[in-house]
């Protein structure tokens, strides 16, 4: 299976993976209680409810270390796979396959939480006209596997980092002066993308007069956020941010606004329990 994420080096991850957790001295408790030739099979299953994502990865972390490893994908990126459901059967060599295992485990635990989570938020929100937004706050050497997990789960990726896009916030705005010379300077700067934050319904006014591209309504209660909606009028696209919980981003996504950002998607998403079970050849 081809696996390909912009900006992510697949063969340089997994090298630097294997690395941290082998160091100098390799897996010492595989190396002395394996048989040397022994060979395993093994199946990776999950315990829960889970929106797949990662298990490309996975197998990379096993074809590494053992290039002529069976690997069998049961499942594919985006699936949705009830408990009990089958990911992945393997077959290799015993070493390999228990010395990739915790760090292939990891990555896939750690991305379909992602993506488990960031679903949950795209049904909550179903049907609304709104779109789901991850942010910045990711696990730093992560971002690019991260946001790829929350675009699996459904979501779009908002910035995918400082050089993508202006966002003036409120510190910007402290050493400018104000919102409207912050977008000013930024604007002149050439930047097509300016994305300004606002607090108060009296500040769109001036960020849009001063060339603001996206608006990002910042922890405003659903009433105010119908009041920003109707003010923009549509001439720029406005998104929710902030405090935004699953039990809220209905009400929140039903105002009107274009998008809905949650970093809780990256910042705080639960690893999913998924296991593997090795048996002897």
Excluded: C
């Amino acid at each position: 299976m081809t696996f390909a994420v912009p900006g992510f080096d697949l063969d340089a991850f997994v090298a630097a993976t294997l690395a941290e957790d082998m160091g100098e001295g390799g897996d010492v408790t595989a190396d002395a209680v394996s048989p040397a030739g022994a060979r395993f099979a093994g199946v990776m299953a999950t315990r829960e409810d889970i929106v797949v994502a990662g298990l490309p990865i996975a197998a990379a972390f096993f074809r590494a270390l053992d290039p002529d490893a069976s690997v069998d994908m049961l499942a594919g990126e985006g699936d949705r796979v009830a408990a009990g459901g089958v990911l992945m059967r393997i077959e290799g060599q015993a070493r390999a396959l228990l010395t990739a295992e915790r760090s292939a485990l990891n990555t896939v635990q750690h991305l379909s939480g992602i993506a488990t989570l960031t679903r949950t938020y795209v049904d909550a929100m179903a049907g609304t006209g709104a779109t789901l937004l991850d942010t910045r706050k990711t696990i730093p050497g992560l971002r690019r596997l991260e946001k790829y997990a929350t675009r699996t789960g459904g979501a779009r990726n908002h910035r995918m980092g400082l050089w993508d896009a202006a966002m003036i916030k409120d510190n910007h705005v402290a050493v400018a002066g104000d919102i409207g010379a912050a977008v000013a300077r930024a604007v002149a700067a050439g930047i097509d993308a300016v994305i300004v934050e606002v607090d108060r319904i009296d500040q769109i006014a001036p960020a849009l007069a001063a060339g603001a591209t996206h608006l990002l309504l910042d922890n405003m209660p659903p009433a105010t956020l119908r009041e920003a909606v109707a003010l923009v009028d549509g001439r720029v696209p406005t998104e929710a941010s902030g405090g935004v919980r699953l039990d809220t981003i209905r009400a929140i996504a039903e105002t009107g606004v274009t998008y809905v950002s949650v970093g809780r998607l990256t910042q705080s998403a639960p690893a999913v329990d998924i296991g593997l079970d090795f048996a002897l050849l």
